[in-house]
């Protein structure tokens, strides 16, 4: 079978190093030094015009002058000759390229001229290129070393991937004495062709990586991105760490790589949206990554914590409440037996303080006790090594006590020659255990993180919410006629009007450009009511006097807009007034001030805001961003992770607010960004909740005419799921056939599905014998991109318990964006009834009109009934020899 199309910078038999010498401090003498003391095994050219030998191995003038196949080249030359040799490996076959110079984006628009020849000549010639500004890539169990750090990586199972040559440097030289080891190490620079989505894709499916650290400045390709994250995310932990949090680190990241950096909390929303964890130093970046490798999970985030010490388990709640990790709230049950086996003075709450004298039969009887109780998701043991500790018994204990409990145990033994003999128990165990309190809390937050971020990163809502159609075409003409008369900003009655197209409840709005205007605007609405000025240029009404609340007397409206227009035209002379609104005043004494907001930002796009609203918004300062699409899970969680949401619930003389209406507003705004890509921003500000209903009082749109995209969503980070393409199909029998794309919750009946294929199927289609799919062969399955690949599955009783897979149909598009690779497979039951020819015509309409030009797929060549539909649709086949076995099916589409 085919390997992926980056194994020739990872795991290449022959080598070029371009610029190698002997002199003291050249880097691709170090490249070249690298490579023959790490081991590699395969050949080495040295090129260099000036030498004809180097480090004992014959050197050639030029990369044509090797008459051997170079499947990848290192180049470590002055930026102004690299064109050149690209070129030159692009003429001789080199199938990768690794770029470590300097002097490109990085300096300006000359380097940047530079890197664009490059990365031309890379894509026309289809070779993966790595860099420029890197340090190479390490590979340790093949002895690949193309890089020019001094520090060895010992061979281990963690991936390390990161722009920052220096970072890689300094890391890899800290892991070396700390003892880990890497399955791979990748420093990417500048990201210019080869960037964290394809290596994240490669590293998904590399059997030698259990985890997978990013260290990122920036990103440069979004979509591929997320999408590469969003694989890796999937089958294995992925830990990250960026720089630039703040505008100083983030200046100074895009001026390293030339990225973009974009918002930081959108990048975090990200990066959970991925179901990824983020960590801030590097410190956890490698405790996360230990305590993910090591398959402990969780199922929730509230912690218990068990200590024979006050202060530990004090610092242990404090760092707790710092990263929102919740104590557990421990049943009565769970209080009665503890009382019972502990001393009587032991706390009494969780902290669960079992008293300095502890035995290891208290540690055993206590965790026990902790581990049955169904509010706690995990425990973290703390030891410290008093007078009457047993810290080796104690560890003991809590191995016996662990039994065959799935939830987490992690321990902390603090100290080190008393307790060393326990620690290593619980390492033969496999227990975590960590050197502090707060590291044992911030593990347990990882585990709740990552358990947190996989239940988003399963998530896959359509454009639309399953509520009211809206009238996007009503919503679009509005916005297009804005632009056709030149201007950015919507007046408040266009955009209630939009928000209306879209379901969302709103406050009537009347436009009026007189004060008697005004008059007959407030009886007919109904008195009181709200004035507020209406202009394209203010934000902010209140701020320059264009606000006025409670209008009681019909007398006092002309007043109130006279007053309002001098006011404003005093504080903003230059400000474009078309007049004033009128609203009826909204009476709601149990409401929430809320406000919902859209914006774009430079590298995700379009992001969706939500949190305490009002004319004090900003010094509440209480929002959080997630990325569309929406649905009710991920809303709910966008709304938990505000401070507004502590107020939502029944309080004081309030009652409840209405969550669901909150939640559907939030899904409609998701579907405003999917459906309208020429939103700019749009803030709905304030959003009045009450235990009854949700009501839009004032929003503001800006509007830009959108890029110009052959992508459907192409303006988002994530493609949405594709509702559009789900469709019926009847079969002669009358047997009703649901043809959709496929989701994660088809899990169950996609395992059904290949379990109950015959031998024969299954050898078909996966060139190999097994009873069922591996957890990340099936995740794999279900949770896909839809914007890269696309698997149609027909389901019998779609919807129902006893819902049945007949056939699954899917391609994955090559890096060439041009030609995709597909498979088939049909129920055997089902076979000859017309479901694979039906599901492929649908699946080459589907990449046709995604602008894929060749379908490709590898039968086996036995397959006759296989090679048989490709022929009837069309397919040309061929054989090649170097694998007999196979035949190329292909269409041009």
């Not at 102004?80 to 199938?95: F, R, S, T, W």
């Not at 169990?141 to 963690?158: C, D, H, I, M, W």
């Not at 890096?815 to 694979?836: M, N, R, Y």
Request: net charge negative; charged share 20%; glycine share 8%.
């Amino acid at each position: 079978m085919k390997k992926h199309y980056l194994s020739k910078l990872f795991e290449p038999d022959s080598i070029a190093i371009i610029g190698a010498s002997e002199s003291e401090g050249s880097v691709g003498g170090q490249v070249l030094r690298n490579l023959l003391d790490s081991g590699f095994g395969g050949a080495l050219y040295p090129v260099n015009p000036k030498h004809d030998e180097i480090m004992g191995l014959s050197a050639y003038k030029s990369v044509s002058g090797v008459d051997h196949t170079i499947e990848l080249a290192v180049i470590a030359t002055p930026a102004k000759l690299i064109p050149g040799i690209m070129q030159e490996c692009a003429d001789h076959g080199v199938a990768a390229v690794i770029v470590i110079s300097a002097g490109f984006a990085e300096i300006g628009k000359a380097g940047l001229d530079l890197q664009n020849e490059i990365v031309d000549i890379a894509r026309t010639y289809d070779i993966p290129l790595i860099g420029p500004n890197c340090l190479g890539i390490v590979r340790p169990r093949v002895g690949l070393n193309a890089t020019f750090a001094k520090s060895p990586a010992k061979t281990g199972e963690l991936a390390l991937v990161a722009q920052s040559g220096a970072f890689c440097t300094a890391l890899l030289d800290w892991a070396d004495t700390e003892g880990f080891g890497f399955s791979a190490v990748a420093s990417l620079g500048a990201t210019a062709d080869i960037g964290f989505g394809e290596v994240l894709d490669y590293l998904a499916v590399d059997p030698e990586t259990r985890s997978i650290l990013l260290y990122i400045e920036g990103i440069t390709d979004t979509r591929s991105f997320m999408s590469g994250l969003r694989v890796a995310a999937r089958l294995k932990p992925v830990i990250v760490v960026k720089s630039g949090r703040n505008d100083t680190g983030t200046k100074a990241a895009v001026s390293h790589t030339g990225a973009m950096a974009g918002s930081d909390n959108v990048f975090d929303s990200a990066v959970k949206r991925a179901g990824a964890v983020r960590v801030k130093t590097v410190a956890q970046l490698f405790a996360a990554a230990k305590v993910l490798a090591s398959g402990t999970r969780v199922s929730g985030s509230r912690l218990a914590i068990i200590t024979n010490g006050g202060g530990p388990g004090v610092m242990a709640a404090d760092r707790a409440h710092d990263i929102d990790v919740p104590l557990a709230e421990m049943s009565q049950k769970t209080y009665d037996h503890l009382d019972s086996v502990l001393p009587p003075f032991w706390s009494h709450s969780n902290p669960i303080d079992i008293l300095g004298d502890a035995p290891p039969e208290r540690y055993r009887q206590a965790t026990e006790a902790i581990l049955k109780d169904r509010s706690v998701d995990g425990v973290l043991v703390l030891l410290t090594p008093q007078a009457m500790t047993d810290p080796t018994g104690c560890a003991q204990a809590i191995v016996d006590a662990r039994g065959k409990s799935t939830k987490p145990v992690l321990t902390c033994w603090m100290g080190e020659s008393l307790v060393e003999e326990g620690r290593q128990i619980l390492a033969d165990a496999g227990i975590p255990h960590l050197r502090s309190p707060e590291a044992g809390v911030e593990s347990f937050g990882y585990l709740a993180c990552y358990h947190r971020n996989q239940k988003a990163l399963l998530q896959a809502p359509g454009p639309l919410s399953e509520h009211k159609v809206p009238d996007v075409e009503g919503a679009r003409l509005i916005i297009e006629n804005v632009l056709s008369e030149r201007r950015q900003t919507l007046n408040t009655a266009e955009a209630k009007a939009v928000l209306n197209a879209f379901q969302i409840p709103t406050s009537p709005t009347l436009n009026v450009s007189s004060a008697g205007e005004a008059l007959v605007a407030a009886e007919s609405v109904g008195l009181p009511v709200a004035m507020k000025i209406n202009s394209p240029d203010i934000t902010h009404k209140s701020d320059v006097g264009g606000v006025r609340l409670n209008i009681n007397e019909p007398r006092s409206v002309r007043t109130a807009y006279r007053e309002m227009i001098d006011s404003v035209q005093e504080a903003m002379p230059n400000a474009h007034i078309d007049g004033v609104t009128i609203e009826p005043m909204i009476n709601k004494p149990h409401a929430r001030e809320l406000i919902i907001g859209v914006s774009n930002d430079p590298v995700f796009g379009p992001v969706i805001s939500f949190g305490t609203g009002g004319i004090a918004v900003e010094v509440y300062g209480d929002s959080h961003v997630a990325l569309p699409p929406l649905n009710e899970y991920l809303s709910k969680q966008l709304i938990d992770s505000t401070r507004a949401s502590k107020m939502l619930g029944k309080f004081r003389n309030l009652p409840a607010a209405n969550l669901d209406a909150l939640i559907n507003v939030l899904q409609r705004t998701s579907e405003i960004v999917c459906e309208l890509p020429e939103i700019d921003e749009l803030d709905i500000n304030p959003v009045l909740l009450d235990d009854k209903e949700v009501i839009a009082v004032d929003a503001r749109i800006t509007v830009r005419p959108p890029k110009t995209s052959t992508e459907s969503f192409g303006h988002m980070a994530i493609h949405p799921y594709p509702t559009e393409l789900v469709s019926s199909w009847q079969h002669a029998d009358g047997t009703d056939i649901v043809v959709r794309p496929i989701r994660p919750e088809d899990a169950n009946i996609e395992q059904d599905f290949v379990t109950n294929l015959s031998a024969e199927s299954k050898y078909f289609r996966f060139v190999q014998n097994f009873e069922n799919l591996t957890p990340m062969m099936l995740a794999r399955f279900t949770q896909i991109d839809y914007d890269t690949e696309m698997a149609l599955i027909a389901v019998i009783n779609d919807e129902k318990p006893n819902a049945r897979a007949v056939g699954v149909a899917r391609y994955v598009t090559n890096p060439d964006h041009e030609s995709c690779e597909f498979a088939l497979t049909v129920a055997d039951d089902w076979q000859k009834h017309g479901i694979g020819r039906e599901l492929m015509q649908r699946l080459m309409t589907i990449a046709k009109d995604r602008g894929i030009e060749i379908m490709i797929g590898e039968v086996l060549k036995n397959n006759s009934k296989m090679l048989k539909v490709c022929e009837k649709l069309g397919f040309r086949l061929s054989r090649d020899a170097s694998e007999p076995e196979f035949v190329e099916v292909r269409r041009h589409l």
